[in-house]
């Protein structure tokens, strides 16, 4: 089984500070995703990544893949109150085409 | 444009009873769809997942089951609910496999109580 760990599980900051947040395995992984969940609410698709190296931005968030293609990180600048949620990378293996394996997120409180 | 339809948003059901959550989406053919269950706000525990009508394999032993009658409908149900079938239900459709996974698209979910 293919795990993702994620670091830090929990993280509260003050609007405007940066921050990053981290995806580990140590597995290669096809392609690997980030979701945002709200409180009572599915994941959100953020981005997905598929080549190692690849750097892909949105906004004040930037996501990176690992040139080995088994890590990921997620920076988020000059965070607003609206950024609060559950962050979720998630994986396709290569022994699992149609299935994605998810970390367990990072939950961030940005307060004002 | 795709979407994805789940209910009910809430259910509350007693111990023993059965369980019926249906999942519908629209704007897309052949998607492949999951039901997966996160307890406490965090991780998600893939339960069920299909690649095609009438095909379903199963990621976890429980007294769950689930059915794919018509293309675009998933159901997860249960004869006899446990208190350990609480929590948060989510449906998710995809296409693409691999390289070309595009991602999931999760439904709102389904908040179950088992009391």
């Known amino acids: 089984t293919q795990l993702l760990e994620q670091s830090p599980q929990f993280l509260s900051i003050q609007e405007g500070e940066n921050l990053t947040v981290y995806c580990n395995s140590s597995s290669v992984f096809s392609s690997l995703q980030w979701y945002r969940q709200e409180p009572g609410e599915g994941p959100v698709l953020l981005v997905t990544?598929?080549?190692?190296?690849e750097v892909k931005k949105l906004k004040r968030l930037t996501f990176q893949f690992g040139d080995a293609r088994k890590d990921s990180s997620l920076h988020i600048t000059a965070a607003q109150t609206g950024d609060t949620g559950l962050y979720l990378c998630?994986?396709?293996?290569?022994?699992?085409?149609?299935?994605?394996?998810f970390g367990k997120g990072t939950l961030l409180t940005v307060n004002p | 444009s795709q979407t994805i339809h789940q209910w009910p948003a809430t259910l509350v059901q007693p111990v023993g009873s059965p369980l019926s959550l249906e999942c519908t989406v629209e704007g897309t053919s052949n998607p492949n769809l999951y039901w997966y269950r996160q307890a406490a706000g965090r991780g998600l525990q893939l339960l069920f997942y299909?690649?095609?009508?009438?095909?379903i394999s199963s990621e976890v032993p429980q007294n769950l089951s689930a059915s794919r009658p018509q293309d675009r409908q998933f159901i997860l149900s249960s004869k006899k609910l446990l208190l350990s079938d609480s929590g948060f239900y989510l449906c998710?459709?995809?296409?693409?496999?691999?390289?070309?996974?595009?991602?999931?698209?999760f439904g709102s979910g389904t908040r179950l109580t088992v009391v």
């Open positions: 299909s690649v095609g009508i009438g095909q």
């Open positions: 990544v598929v080549t190692g190296g």
């Open positions: 998710a459709w995809s296409v693409g496999t691999g390289f070309l996974h595009y991602g999931y698209t």
């Open positions: 998630a994986g396709v293996s290569g022994g699992s085409n149609y299935k994605l394996t």
